[in-house]
């Protein structure tokens, strides 16, 4: 499975909302019903860190501008307001079909 | 959660062999599956190896199948990765992660040059 993430760069303005897609090759439901579709932020120098899974499921710790949306094969991960701390890169990942599990390429976010 | 503490990595020759390890702490160990990631210098994460809870099950990315082993030590709360017949393309950060990619470790850097 093909993780398609776009923009690969994202400059944003404090303040703003920010997008960034996740296109599979193949639908990400499992047959067990549930889509296993992550997303992760990682700042240089650091370990990821997971934000969202299955799809929009926000992680503890998470902030709450965070948000995770989509179905079958297109998904987003939204930040309602950007914060300093957001920039970094972020990445998509499933775990529907595997093995492998796949990453998205990720996308670079940066404060204009 | 817990947390994970990857060490072993290093300089290496092309075809030499390392093995990294990931001491478990703050979760019961025994009953997670484990994975390795990953992440070539400016590159994105690629995953590389997992293993199940009791290693009955075991799956490899197609870049290290036949080089890499992975194995845990529940006793002793840890995972492995023994990598053999290395090449310049495995220099990267390894991380080790938890099941569900909740909790990873800080990583260990792999370099293989000669």
């Known amino acids: 499975v093909v993780l398609t993430q776009s923009p690969l760069s994202l400059p944003v303005t404090l303040g703003q909302p920010a997008s960034i897609s996740c296109r599979s090759s193949q639908s990400l439901v499992h047959s067990d019903g549930n889509t296993y579709l992550n997303w992760f932020h990682q700042r240089p120098g650091q370990s990821p860190r997971r934000l969202i899974y299955k799809v929009s499921n926000r992680d503890s710790g998470a902030p709450d501008r965070f948000s995770g949306s989509g179905s079958g094969t297109d998904f987003t991960l939204t930040i309602s307001k950007v914060e300093a701390e957001d920039v970094g890169f972020y990445y998509c990942?499933?775990?529907?079909?595997?093995?492998?599990?796949?990453f998205g390429q990720g996308t670079k976010v940066e404060i204009k | 959660e817990g947390q994970l503490v990857e060490s072993g990595g290093g300089l290496v020759k092309p075809g030499g062999s390392l093995r990294l390890s990931c001491a478990a702490s703050g979760f019961i160990f025994s009953t997670y599956a484990m994975n390795w990631v990953r992440q070539a210098p400016g590159k994105g994460l690629e995953w590389v190896s997992y293993i199940t809870s009791s290693s009955a099950n075991i799956y490899y990315a197609d870049s290290v199948e036949g080089r890499f082993t992975i194995s845990r030590d529940n006793a002793k709360n840890s995972l492995y990765l023994q990598m053999n017949s290395l090449r310049a393309e495995d220099t990267a950060v390894y991380f080790c992660a938890k099941e569900g990619y909740k909790v990873w470790g800080q990583g260990t850097l792999v370099t293989v040059s000669s």
């Open positions: 990942m499933q775990g529907t079909h595997w093995p492998p599990q796949t």
